[in-house]
């Protein structure tokens, strides 16, 4: 459940909570295209180090080191899949772990991009990024609302699966027919739970006369400053340089005969 972590706000007063959320969707946006531009381990790599720079830099390393954790299992999973896809084609070592690596790393890549911008970043500031890309409110809420919770219905299930647990219920051990059948006593609590926090959630939202005014106004508004100027310029030419890159051949691992030789570009 550790995977969810980096979807939880993290107070914080530091620069990266500072900048404006338009300015932090766009940079992990550009990280997300240049990771699925590139199959290069080498960029990859240089992208999560970046990521982890700026993660450290915003104070938040405890939660992202969780979601990291969390992705492991994952993360194995397609380094598997890719290793016995690619080795099948081609019988050689080398090359498909280099694939199954650029795949895993881009994985992370992923998972870092979005942990950084929903670490740093309040549910409301996400609603009014949203709303400033004409998203309509109520879908807005939505989202928001889905984000919010997520993480809460994460703890409930492991305080469900804690509490089975200490009733005797063995959910890992024994044949998988059998620790599927013993996921029932965890799902009906689990769904008991999310069914009363909707209805309070929409008790809630027809309290305060949810959608009773076409036209919202918000306490804060958002403004772009001069270092929110400054990171998203420093940004864009970094994202400009790994485009140019790309399309003129120079690669770091084309450049590089022993690792190309092996490792995807």
Same mark, same amino acid.
């Given at each position: 459940?550790?995977?969810?972590?980096?979807?939880?706000?993290?107070?914080?007063?530091?620069?990266?909570?500072?900048?404006?959320?338009?300015?932090?969707?766009?940079?992990?946006?550009?990280?997300?295209?240049?990771?699925?531009?590139?199959?290069?381990?080498?960029?990859?790599?240089?992208?999560?180090?970046?990521?982890? $720079?700026?993660?450290?830099?915003?104070?938040?390393?405890?939660?992202?080191?969780?979601?990291?954790?969390?992705?492991?299992?994952?993360?194995?999973?397609?380094?598997?899949?890719?290793?016995?896809?690619?080795?099948?084609?081609?019988?050689?070592?080398?090359?498909?772990?280099?694939?199954?690596?650029?795949?895993?790393?881009?994985?992370?890549?992923?998972?870092?991009?979005?942990?950084?911008?929903?670490?740093?970043?309040?549910?409301?500031?996400?609603?009014?990024?949203?709303?400033?890309?004409?998203?309509?409110?109520?879908?807005?809420?939505?989202?928001?609302?889905?984000?919010?919770?997520?993480?809460?219905?994460?703890?409930?299930?492991?305080?469900?699966?804690?509490?089975?647990?200490?009733?005797?219920?063995?959910?890992?051990? $024994?044949?998988?027919?059998?620790?599927?059948?013993?996921?029932?006593?965890?799902?009906?609590?689990?769904?008991?739970?999310?069914?009363?926090?909707?209805?309070?959630?929409?008790?809630?939202?027809?309290?305060?006369?949810?959608?009773?005014?076409?036209?919202?106004?918000?306490?804060?508004?958002?403004?772009?400053?001069?270092?929110?100027?400054?990171?998203?310029?420093?940004?864009?030419?970094?994202?400009?340089?790994?485009?140019?890159?790309?399309?003129?051949?120079?690669?770091?691992?084309?450049?590089?005969?022993?690792?190309?030789?092996?490792?995807?570009?």
């Amino acid at each position: 459940m550790s995977l969810f972590e980096g979807l939880r706000f993290r107070p914080g007063n530091s620069f990266i909570h500072k900048l404006d959320p338009r300015i932090k969707l766009v940079t992990s946006l550009m990280i997300l295209l240049t990771a699925v531009v590139y199959l290069d381990v080498i960029v990859i790599s240089t992208l999560l180090l970046i990521e982890a $720079g700026l993660i450290f830099v915003a104070k938040v390393h405890g939660l992202w080191s969780r979601t990291l954790r969390g992705s492991i299992p994952l993360a194995s999973l397609v380094f598997l899949i890719t290793f016995i896809s690619q080795y099948s084609r081609e019988p050689v070592l080398p090359t498909a772990v280099g694939y199954s690596l650029a795949y895993s790393f881009r994985l992370v890549v992923f998972l870092s991009s979005f942990s950084l911008f929903f670490l740093t970043t309040t549910p409301d500031e996400i609603a009014l990024t949203l709303q400033k890309l004409r998203m309509p409110y109520e879908y807005t809420f939505a989202f928001v609302s889905a984000i919010r919770f997520t993480p809460v219905m994460a703890e409930e299930l492991r305080a469900v699966m804690d509490a089975q647990r200490a009733r005797g219920l063995e959910l890992d051990k $024994g044949p998988f027919t059998k620790r599927v059948r013993n996921m029932i006593p965890i799902l009906v609590p689990l769904l008991v739970n999310v069914l009363r926090r909707s209805y309070e959630l929409a008790e809630a939202m027809e309290v305060k006369c949810f959608g009773a005014s076409k036209k919202r106004t918000s306490l804060r508004v958002l403004s772009v400053k001069h270092r929110d100027l400054l990171f998203l310029a420093a940004a864009t030419a970094l994202f400009a340089v790994a485009l140019s890159l790309k399309m003129t051949g120079l690669e770091p691992l084309r450049l590089s005969p022993l690792l190309g030789k092996y490792f995807p570009v």
